[in-house]
């Protein structure tokens, strides 16, 4: 990921902030609480293709995402949620 990639989540549960999500590391990102409201944004600063999204569970604890879904958009205001074929994408963990 870019250097000048920027994070920011909805919540954080510390010391496991959006700063720290970056995949393979020894930290990761941990969302404060467990509802649907809860999100991660990565800006990755100008257009960009995205061709694979990867997760992993926390290293230190029994945490992890099951399910997510995709959004994009140029204005951190203004969203819209990744469809193929019409129908909004979610992925569910194996």
Known sequence: MAANTSFSASSSRYPLTAQESILSGNK??????????????????????????????AVDEEAWVATYTVSLGHSADIWKQYKENGSIKVKRSA
Not at 31 to 56: H, W
């Open 28 to 57: 990761s990102w941990c969302a404060e609480f467990d509802d649907n409201m809860q999100y991660l944004e990565i800006d990755l600063k100008r257009n960009s293709f995205v061709t694979e999204i990867k997760t992993q569970g």
